[in-house]
C-alpha cells in the first residue's frame, strides 16, 4: 500500500470518527434534555368536556400535548416515570422495557375522575414502534366506560399497526371506545423538526378530522 493512499486511508478514518462522534453527542443532548414548551392554561370555567393525558420523557411530546389541549380546550394530566428520566441510565432502562413490550410500570399523576370527561386523549411517545409503558399502565389502571379514546404518537422513526392494535385491545378490555390515532413525526434522530412546526402539524391534522370537532369547547 502506498503511502499516499494510507494517507488518505487516515483521512477517511478521521472524518468518519469526527462525525460518528458528533452524532454520539447530538443523540446524548436530546435524550439528556427537556424540551420546554409554553405553560397550558385552560380557558373558561365551565367542566371540560375532554381531557388529555400525556406521558413525555424529554418534553416533546409534552408540548405536542398542550397543542391538542388549546385545540380543545381540554383538562391536561401530565404522567411522570422518574425511573425513565432524562439520563443515560433513564433512556437504557426506557428502551429496555419498551422492547421488551412492558405494559406495567410505576406512574404518577394527580388524582382523576374519568366519569366526567367524554373523551380521553393519550399521549405518548414511541419507543420501539409502540407506546410508551407509563400510557400502558394508565389504561391499565383505570376504567374508561362510556368514553372515547384517541391515542396520540409523536417520534423520530415509525410505529407499528400489531402495537397500536394491541393497545386499542387494552382500551377495550378497560370498557373504552377506542376512536382513532394519529401518528406525528418530529424528524430523525440527528434532524428535528421545531416545536412550532410541530404545533402547526398537529393542528392541521386535528382540523381535518371531523371527529374532534364535536368536542370542541
Known sequence: MSNKLKFRLSIM???????????????????TSWVDSPVYSRKGTEPARTLVVVYSR??????AAKEISSFLNAELLQIKAPQYDTTINGQMLASKDADNEVTMTDIQHKAVDLSQYELIVLCS???WF???????????????????VFLMMTG???????????????????NGD???FLFIRRGRIFWQKTPDDVSVEIREA????KFFMQYKD
Do not use: C, M
Open 58 to 63: 424529554t418534553g416533546n411530546t409534552f408540548g
Open 156 to 174: 423520530n422513526s415509525r410505529y407499528k399497526n400489531k402495537f397500536i392494535d394491541e393497545f386499542e385491545t387494552l382500551v377495550k378490555q378497560k
Open 13 to 31: 478514518s478521521f472524518v468518519i470518527l469526527a462525525l460518528l462522534s458528533v452524532a454520539l453527542f447530538y443523540y446524548y443532548k436530546i435524550q
Open 178 to 180: 377506542f376512536a382513532d
Open 130 to 148: 409502540r407506546p410508551a409503558p407509563p400510557l400502558w399502565s394508565f389504561v391499565e389502571n383505570h376504567n374508561f366506560s362510556g368514553k372515547k
Open 206 to 209: 386535528l382540523e381535518k378530522r
Open 125 to 127: 411517545p414511541t419507543w
